[in-house]
């Protein structure tokens, strides 16, 4: 059973008074422990369709399973325990959260909400979650303003990772870091996967990295699927004519190597 | 080729909360005249910092040590120059106009070894801003007849094409303004000036009545890049004008970049944090770390040998389309 089953999604918006189609038609699935990546250009639906997965946004037709679940359908406490095992990582995640708010308030809230640890277990809990984003315990008392761009991701997963839910939403969740801190933050990612068996809808416009991380892509234009497959054989030889502009306007970097 | 600028034992240095940050440390290099030169780093690095000193834009307040000394002979063309009060309100100098009107610029101007080199040195005060992302805040230096002008001698083209355009103006107007001004055109002249330059950025002529928020993000920056080669500049400065964009938008600037270069005969830096993406542009690629330039070199000698450990470590961090998949590497699988 996959954890995420998107069918005939659609949502629609208006345009200078015009309505136009943002999401047009879109079925997906993602199986647990798998990466699934959304490419695409500019407008071409992709954080919309992450919103509507997060019930951010309510769409016009189409339906959501999550964990065999009518997602759409649930609502209250239900809804509720659902979300939890739903997460989601953006480009500057922690931006709404006041820069002098530390660290472990960013991760107690979570904790908290959901109910995961009490009052008096969450410094351990808050220390477990840093250590296993790769940060250092004593990172629980800065604050998040003190930190470095690569240190917020982390503290973003840990945050994403802190209800173990069972899919991330990541949109654009590496395109402002540092290509050396992306690697890292890449592999803990695929660390995070392997250990816990999360699934990744993994959102970015660049597909080196989609290449690197996804099992899976879906490639749209103007809301819809224009092709979709195994990431590398998309990648290597694009069928549509988004995909092969995509590929074409990648830059590369050709080196000798040994 | 001859050098078109030489930037010697540049330092600068802001103030931020009270510390003080050292952003460039004794950047040494020479642009060559005609050159597509690359600056390359990491957020932090200073590229933008060295950017905006060579185009005389640093925030009010950095302290700046060293010297840009620009061969006088390629601005020896005798124009009229404009005082910084009624230049347009545009790309690169809007925003700091007004805040430069109200009292005396506190210039100081070191003399270059180089006699009758045109010298800039920028201003010693406070620092109010991020170096990153817009004109705003920016400080202007007086124009002698000599000093390059901003906006005439160079081009600045900014990651945001929003923060040098003008929300309430139709964009034909923004460009014919810089046109006007540093051309010393009547408006019926510059008006077709930017009627020429829209269509040599390729955009209709419809958008000479566009308001820019009725433009893409790649449309805006079309337009940012018309009005920052109006005046014919000799240099034309690109920090991270293609970042915001998407791939394919991406690519389609940066061969109109490589097309505007090569048709004026400008010379062109461009900065960015991407190798890769420097690397399909440039001639000579510069490599920027904490502030200190750690490797220049030929594009191709940047990119297959490398001398620098840094450099190195930066190409192999590229997630190229032949790069092998980290999810291999970790032999992970759904
Ligand atoms: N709240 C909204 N109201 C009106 N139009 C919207 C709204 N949100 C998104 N859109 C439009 O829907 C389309 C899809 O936008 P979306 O943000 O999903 O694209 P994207 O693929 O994420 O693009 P990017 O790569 O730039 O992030 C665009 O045309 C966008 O302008
Ligand atoms: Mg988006």
């Not at chain 2, 004794?26 to 690359?38: D, N, P, S, Y």
């Not at chain 2, 820019?212 to 449309?219: D, E, F, R, T």
């Not at chain 2, 930066?314 to 980290?326: I, N, V, W």
């Amino acid at each position: 059973m996959s954890v995420l089953a998107v069918s005939n999604l659609a949502k629609r918006y208006r345009r200078g008074g015009e309505p136009f189609a943002a999401v047009d038609d879109v079925s997906f699935e993602i199986e647990q422990a798998e990466t699934l990546a959304l490419a695409g250009p500019s407008g071409s639906g992709k954080s919309t369709i992450a919103r509507l997965v997060l019930r951010l946004i309510g769409p016009d037709a189409g339906r959501i399973d999550f964990e065999g679940h009518d997602f759409l359908a649930l609502s209250g406490a239900a809804l509720r325990a659902r979300r939890a095992r739903l997460q989601m990582v953006f480009q500057d995640p922690l931006a709404a959260f006041n820069p002098r708010a530390t660290v472990a308030r960013v991760l107690d809230d979570p904790l908290r909400m959901h109910n995961i640890a009490s009052r008096t277990e969450r410094p351990r809990h808050i220390a477990a979650l840093l250590q296993r984003v790769g940060l250092d315990a004593g990172l629980a008392a800065r604050a998040i303003h003190e930190i470095s761009g690569g240190q917020r991701q982390r503290v973003a997963i840990a945050r994403a990772i802190a209800t173990r839910p069972s899919l991330i939403v990541l949109d654009e969740a590496v395109s402002a870091l540092d290509v050396s801190v992306r690697g890292q933050i890449l592999e803990l990612l695929l660390d995070l996967q392997r250990q816990e068996r999360i699934a990744y809808l993994f959102i970015s416009h660049d597909l080196g990295v989609i290449r690197a991380i996804a099992h899976r892509v879906v490639i749209l234009d103007a809301g819809r699927v224009a092709e979709s497959g195994d990431a590398r054989t998309v990648i290597a030889n694009p069928q549509s004519a988004i995909g092969k502009a995509l590929v074409a306007a990648t830059p590369r970097l050709i080196r000798n190597r040994p | 080729m001859t050098a078109l600028l030489s930037i010697r034992d540049l330092s600068v240095r802001y103030r931020r909360d009270g510390v003080e940050v050292q952003a460039l440390k004794g950047i040494g290099l020479g642009v060559l005249a005609g050159e597509r030169l690359a600056i390359i780093g990491e957020s932090g690095s200073g590229k933008s910092t060295l950017a905006l000193a060579v185009a005389g834009l640093l925030a009010r307040g950095a302290r700046i040590d060293g010297t840009i000394d620009w061969q006088a002979s390629q601005f020896q063309t005798p124009r009229s120059v404009t005082p910084p009060s009624v230049l347009p309100d545009i790309s690169p100098a809007r925003g700091e106009i007004g805040s430069s009107v109200g009292g005396p610029p506190s210039a100081t101007w070191e003399i270059g070894e180089s006699g009758d080199d045109g010298l800039i040195s920028p201003l010693a005060g406070e620092m109010s801003g991020r170096t990153e992302g817009g004109a705003k805040d920016r400080q202007r230096l007086p124009p002698t007849n000599n000093t390059p002008v901003s906006g005439r001698d160079i081009g600045f083209v900014f990651q945001d094409p929003s923060s040098s355009l003008d929300p309430v103006m139709p964009v034909g107007k923004q460009i014919a303004e810089v046109a006007r001004t540093h051309l010393d055109l009547n408006w019926q002249a510059a008006n077709a000036k930017s009627k020429t330059l829209l269509d040599r950025v390729r955009l209709p002529e419809a958008t000479l009545h566009a308001y820019p928020h009725q433009l893409s993000g790649g449309q805006k920056q079309r337009v940012a890049i018309a009005a920052a080669i109006a005046a014919g500049p000799r240099l034309l400065i690109a920090d991270e004008a293609t970042s915001a964009l998407d791939t394919i938008v991406q690519a389609e600037i940066v061969s109109l970049i490589r097309r505007l270069v090569a048709e004026d005969g400008m010379t062109l830096l461009f900065i960015s944090h991407d190798i890769a993406l420097a690397a399909t542009l440039a001639d000579r690629i510069a490599v920027l770390r904490h502030g200190e330039l750690i490797e220049l070199g030929e594009t191709r000698q940047i990119v297959e040998a490398p001398r620098h450990a840094y450099t190195r470590a930066l190409l192999d961090a590229h997630l190229g389309l032949d790069a092998k998949p980290l999810l291999d590497r970790q032999g992970a699988s759904a």
